[in-house]
């Protein structure tokens, strides 16, 4: 029996090289309604890095974000 295969998808250093300036559509999901969380759940969210801020704006407050993230989260939503 011959199980399916995975498409062949660059590795992160590799698309680095490329010095690409848009993320690649395949990359990309279209936006999508956020889950439903009962209001008496209270979980944690995952940080979310806003690049353009992180590239463009002159006070620290996303590289803050991204810190924290990284630290104390070793992951963080684009």
């Not at 395949?26 to 353009?52: A, G």
């Amino acid at each position: 029996m011959a199980h399916g295969s995975s498409l062949p998808v660059p590795c992160v250093q590799e698309l680095a090289k490329q010095h690409i300036t848009k993320v690649p559509e395949r990359y990309l999901r279209p936006n999508q309604d956020p889950p439903i969380v009962s209001i008496t759940t209270s979980l944690q969210q995952v940080p979310v890095i806003d690049l353009h801020k992180l590239l463009c704006e002159e006070d620290a407050t996303e590289l803050d974000k991204l810190d924290y993230a990284c630290k104390e989260w070793g992951i963080f939503q684009v």
